[in-house]
Structure formats: structure tokens, C-alpha cells
């Protein structure tokens, strides 16, 4: 199984910070990596896929990159609604994986 | 507009089976593959089965191989995921989840999940 690696587990941040979570996968993923979002007590929500594809409604301050096994999330502005705990999951391969996830919290 | 909602959870005992369905609309059910995904408290996310479009590939994580089943009746769109010889490690919220492919594929749609406690 590939082996997703998510850091950091958790980071402070005030509103209107730039924050970047790092995804790694044990072996080459192509760009077949997307991230989801959870917050507490609700089902994950898509915000990206294929590496850097915003899924429709997600706000424009979100964007990804990388390539093979080293990835970034990126949240340019960040909102008081954007902190959550952040996924990213492979597809590359079965079973698909996802890493640990990193928490964003209030600074 | 796509609905996934889950139900069959509670407290069961360890050993014990419990049958999880999600009953699907908004969507031509019968066109698109499904996974069960779960969550343990506090925990990450676990993909735990799929099941192709049609229901005739079928994939469970090694973690659960030989307990947990995987189904679907297209004609009353839902999914199931029987589970037996239930452990207190299968504790969780199992989501159903929609498999879309582009391109790429992902999880679009994620059902509000149900909360399996195994307890005695």
C-alpha cells in the first residue's frame, strides 16, 4: 500500500495567514492526489483533485501542486471558516490511502 | 441534488454482526461506483470497500477481509456494508461515499455517516 505522509499534523495560524500543508507518498503518485476537508463532526468535503483542480465552490484562496510524491495545499488568506482538519488521499493505486491529516487551529 | 444517508448504526457487542445501508438520490445511483470509508474517534479516515457500478468488482481493505462484505440493489438505490464478528477496533463513523472519474477520481460526495460502537 502507498503510504501517505501529512506535514504538519497540526498548526496555529491567525485570520489572513498563509498556510501550506505538505503531503508525501512512499512512491510516485503521478498527480493523482486530492484534498478534502473536515470539520468537526461532518462528513470531509472535496476541495481538490488531481493535484491542483479546484473542485467547483471552493474558494480561489485554495490551490495545490507537486507532482510524483511531493505535494502542497496551500490557503493563501486564511478565513475563520477554513479551520478544519485537512486530507490528502492518493488514487493512484488500491487501496487508496490518505494521510493523517493536519489540523488548523486558531493562533 | 446528490443524498447519501447512512443508517444502521448503534451499540453493538463484540462479535455480534450489524448490517450499515445508505440509501442513495439525486443521482443515477445504478452509474457510479461506491466506497465505504471510516473514521474511529479522534482518529483519520479509512477507506474500507468498493463496489463497481454494477456490483460485480468488489474490494475490501486487508483490515477487514473475511468480516465485512460489500453490496448494492441498484432497482432501491442503496448500498450496504455487512459487517460481522464486529471488534471493538471497528468502532467508527463509516461514510458512504460516491466515486467520480475524470480524468482523475475522487470522493464527490460524502454521506453524513453513522456511528458503529462495539461495547459491551
Known amino acids: 500500500d502507498i503510504q501517505m505522509t501529512q506535514s504538519p499534523s497540526s498548526l496555529s495560524a491567525s485570520i489572513g495567514d498563509r498556510i501550506t500543508i505538505t503531503c508525501r507518498a512512499s512512491q510516485t503518485i503521478r498527480n493523482y492526489l486530492n484534498w478534502y476537508q473536515q470539520k468537526p463532526g461532518k462528513a470531509p468535503k472535496v476541495l481538490i483533485y488531481s493535484t491542483s483542480t479546484l473542485q467547483s465552490e471552493v474558494p480561489s484562496r485554495f490551490s495545490g501542486s507537486g507532482s510524483e510524491t511531493d505535494f502542497t495545499l496551500t490557503i493563501s488568506s486564511l478565513q475563520p471558516e477554513d479551520f478544519a482538519t485537512y486530507y490528502c488521499?492518493?488514487?493512484?493505486?488500491?487501496?487508496?490511502?490518505f494521510g493523517q491529516g493536519t489540523k488548523v487551529e486558531i493562533k | 441534488q446528490v443524498h447519501l444517508v447512512e443508517s444502521g448504526g448503534g451499540v453493538v457487542q463484540p462479535g455480534k454482526s450489524v448490517r450499515l445501508s445508505c440509501l442513495a438520490s439525486?443521482?443515477?445511483?445504478?452509474?457510479?461506483?461506491m466506497h465505504w470509508v471510516r473514521q474511529a474517534p479522534g482518529k483519520g479516515l479509512e477507506w474500507v470497500a468498493f463496489i463497481s457500478y454494477d456490483g460485480v468488482t468488489k474490494s475490501l481493505a486487508e483490515s477487514v477481509e473475511g468480516r465485512f462484505t460489500i453490496a448494492r440493489d441498484n432497482s432501491n438505490n442503496t448500498l450496504y456494508l455487512h459487517i460481522n464478528s464486529l471488534r471493538p477496533e471497528d468502532t467508527a463513523v463509516y461514510y458512504c461515499?460516491?466515486?467520480?472519474?475524470?480524468?482523475?477520481?475522487?470522493?464527490?460526495?460524502w454521506g453524513p455517516g453513522t456511528l458503529v460502537t462495539v461495547s459491551s
Open positions: 439525486g443521482f443515477p445511483f445504478s452509474h457510479y461506483a
Open positions: 461515499v460516491r466515486k467520480l472519474c475524470g480524468g482523475d477520481c475522487y470522493n464527490d460526495y
Open positions: 488521499q492518493q488514487t493512484y493505486s488500491t487501496p487508496w490511502t
